[in-house]
Nanobody
Framework: QVQLIESGGGLVQAGESLRLSCLVSGRSINSIAVGWFRQAPGKEREFVAA????????TYSDTVEGRFTISRDKTLNTVFLQMNSLKPEDTALYYC??????????????????WGQGTQVTVSS
């Protein structure tokens, strides 16, 4: 069983940065694909970023491309989402998700089998 615990959210001002963490237990991150998604109040959940392994192919949504970076630390079994130049429209509950069956990064939420509880990111203007 794979368990995911997000952390690192908070309240920041526009232009500032945050780094979200997704601690994975039950499986090495070397063997799973991870995606980050977010959901703002009143909106549907949307894809943010995904990768399969360190140094492999990553993919980002158009709205975060160039500002957000997904990375992994094998020693910590943790996946990170570095978020720079934050904007008020980035305000949302951020989730990490994992899949044991993906061979490439996926933007589809249905591709992931395991989800964390989420961490809140609030960006003030």
């Amino acid at each position: 069983q794979v368990q995911l615990i997000e952390s690192g959210g908070g309240l920041v001002q526009a232009g500032e940065s945050l780094r979200l963490s997704c601690l994975v237990s039950g499986r090495s991150i070397n063997s799973i694909a991870v995606g980050w998604f977010r959901q703002a109040p009143g909106k549907e959940r949307e894809f943010v970023a995904a990768d399969v392994r360190s140094g492999g192919t990553s993919t980002y949504s158009d709205t975060v491309e160039g500002r957000f970076t997904i990375s992994r630390d094998k020693t910590l079994n943790t996946v990170f989402l570095q978020m720079n130049s934050l904007k008020p429209e980035d305000t949302a509950l951020y989730y990490c998700a994992a899949s044991l069956r993906l061979y490439g990064p996926s933007r589809g939420a249905n591709s992931y089998d395991y989800w964390g509880q989420g961490t809140q990111v609030t960006v003030s203007s």
